[in-house]
């Protein structure tokens, strides 16, 4: 079995769905939101979080990719931060 093969199978939208759930039901500090940072180039993901409400509200690169790059070492991997308030 690949990572192919189980693609579209919907298990990272329940993953991600039980995850807001605990969050939600969290008995500590109550949990407004969740944030998350995805690769620019993962568009599997970005349109996973998009369908379950999650918003981009910035764009971000790493130092550490930055740092790489200009030692001509990577390309710039962005990455996009994504909220969800609950």
């Given at each position: 079995?690949?990572?192919?093969?189980?693609r579209?199978?919907?298990?990272?939208?329940?993953?991600?769905?039980?995850?807001?759930?605990e969050?939600r039901?969290s008995?500590?500090?109550?949990?407004?939101?969740?944030c998350l940072?995805?690769?620019r180039?993962n568009?599997?993901?970005?349109s996973?979080y998009?369908?379950?409400?999650?918003?981009?509200?910035d764009?971000?690169?790493?130092r550490?990719w930055?740092r790489?790059?200009?030692?001509?070492?990577t390309?710039v991997?962005r990455?996009?931060?994504?909220?969800?308030h609950?």
């Amino acid at each position: 079995m690949n990572a192919q093969e189980e693609r579209k199978k919907g298990i990272a939208q329940r993953v991600m769905e039980w995850i807001e759930a605990e969050a939600r039901s969290s008995s500590g500090d109550p949990v407004t939101g969740i944030c998350l940072l995805v690769y620019r180039s993962n568009r599997p993901a970005i349109s996973l979080y998009e369908k379950l409400g999650y918003e981009v509200v910035d764009s971000w690169m790493d130092r550490k990719w930055m740092r790489q790059a200009e030692k001509n070492l990577t390309g710039v991997e962005r990455k996009l931060l994504m909220v969800k308030h609950l």
